[in-house]
């Protein structure tokens, strides 16, 4: 019995001294995200979205993961992240038009100006087939994996002169336009407009190197552009959405079951930063009537001149920019959406 006892003791010592060394040498694998959203999940969408991603993917692989999120552009500009995935010192990154554009130009299709009536219209576009074929297309294209259209709401326009109502209005306004499309669709509207990193924005309503800007309102109201503009207008004019992207080298290399839980995670990140838009836009344009900007609400008919200004000239745009079929494809997605939803 003796000799039983002492061969149990020592046979616990070994697993012990096998077992344990492995077990915490289990450190979570590190994934860096970065993005150039605000550092905060209750006043930026974006930043949501990645805490919950983080949150569920860990959650559903019991902490096999860590999520370093990098927020504010901490790890350079948006062609410094996408020279970063690509070269996997980064894993994953957030981003927008300014950048994707460039290196795949139907990327920026769904921000055609007046495409889409409402956000429920636009969330059936995005989620469905057509959004699905561009995240391929993309991912075939730039080499990275496409994961998910995060929309953001429809955009403001700010400016520091007058509310724009109409054409009129936008005369004589120099805009920061994300991209050459927001530049078509302001010269349609009466105006112009510049190319301008987002890290410079504010520095450049402040100096007046540009006179006005479009984004969401939360944005405006995150970034305290309201200490740069005056003027606030609700005009429906484009729905915002950005990118997620990663390694495709290393997401290819995930185990399969992590890869399922990843999908997991990355839908939930998408309808949280959905919904957490959803509510920032709600609060925001009150916040920035308090804080002092004049806060102007098109109604029906005043959206519909400026549509039938830009709509059309956008999209006629668009088409010399890429391969016209996935303009007509998005009109016939936004057409069948309206068809499923009631609105036709």
């Known amino acids: ?62 902490g096999k993961y860590k999520i370093e999120v990098y927020p504010r552009g901490t790890l350079g500009k948006e062609t410094d992240l996408l020279q970063a995935v690509k070269a996997n010192a980064v894993q994953m990154i957030v981003a927008s038009m300014v950048s994707l554009h460039r290196i795949f130009p139907p990327s920026q299709v769904m921000m055609a100006p007046y495409i889409f009536k409402n956000d429920a219209i636009a969330w059936e576009v995005f989620d469905g087939p057509y959004g699905q074929k561009l995240l391929d297309a993309m991912t075939e294209k730039t080499g990275l994996k496409a994961l998910a259209i995060q929309d953001l709401g429809f955009l403001a326009i700010t400016n520091n002169k007058r509310p724009l109502v109409t054409s009129e209005d936008f005369k004589g306004i120099k805009f920061r336009a994300m991209g050459p499309l927001q530049a078509a669709m302001f010269k349609s509207l009466g105006g112009s ?76 990140g998408r309808l949280t930063a959905r919904n957490m838009s959803l509510l920032l836009e709600s609060q925001a344009a009150q916040s920035l009537a308090k804080k002092g900007m004049t806060v102007t609400s098109l109604n029906g008919e005043q959206v519909s001149k400026l549509q039938k200004l830009a709509g059309p000239a956008c999209l006629e745009w668009l088409k010399t920019q890429m391969d016209p079929k996935w303009v007509d494809e998005l009109v016939q997605a936004v057409d069948a959406a309206e068809k499923k939803l009631g609105y036709k």
């Open 193 to 268: 407009a510049v190319p301008i990193p987002w890290p410079e924005v504010y520095t450049s309503l402040q100096t007046g190197v540009v006179g006005g800007q479009t984004n969401a309102a939360f944005v405006v109201d995150a970034f305290k552009l309201y200490e740069v503009q005056k003027y606030l207008s609700l005009a429906n004019s484009q729905m915002g959405y950005q990118i997620w992207l990663c390694n495709k080298s290393w997401y290819d290399s995930l185990p399969e079951q992590d890869k399922v839980a990843f999908r997991d995670a990355v839908k939930a």
């Open 1 to 62: 019995m003796k000799k039983l006892v002492v061969v149990c003791l020592t046979l616990v010592a070994v697993l012990a001294m096998t077992a344990g060394p492995a077990i915490s040498g289990d450190d979570p694998v590190r994934v860096k995200f970065a993005h150039l959203g605000k550092a905060d999940p209750f006043k930026a969408a974006a930043h949501a979205g990645v805490l919950a991603f983080g949150h569920v993917w860990n959650k559903s692989t019991a």
